[in-house]
């Protein structure tokens, strides 16, 4: 099993940045690719980006590209989300999870998921 709780969520204003981070636990190492989605208030979960075992490939979707970057310390067993020029449509409870295979990345078919933490940008 592999625990993942996600922090650095908040409200900020349109423009501003701010980092998630997620922490890992449990039988982590760092043979799980980690991926990031979000779900805004009466939407389905979306895919925002992954990022692979060794942090050699990453994968960022459309809506978010050259805003958001992700980036992991597997030291620390720690996935990193850095998001600049947060605008309001990005309010959503962001979700982090592991995924055990290392392709297909974008996909929800992760094997461990984090409770979620909330970003509300304001206008």
């Known amino acids: 099993q592999v625990q993942l709780v996600e922090s650095g969520g908040g409200l900020v204003q349109a423009g501003d940045s701010l980092r998630l981070s997620c922490a890992a636990s449990g039988r982590t190492g760092s043979n799980y690719a980690m991926g990031w989605f979000r779900q805004a208030p009466g939407k389905e979960r979306e895919f925002v980006t992954a990022?692979?075992?060794?942090?050699?490939?990453?994968y960022v979707a459309a809506s978010v590209k050259g805003r958001f970057t992700i980036s992991r310390d597997n030291a620390k067993n720690t996935v990193y989300l850095q998001m600049n020029n947060l605008k309001p449509e990005d309010t959503a409870i962001y979700y982090c999870a592991a995924r055990r295979l290392n392709y297909d990345l974008g996909t929800g078919l992760y094997d461990y998921w984090g409770q979620g933490t909330q970003v509300t940008v304001s206008s």
């Open positions: 990022i692979s075992w060794n942090g050699g490939r990453t």
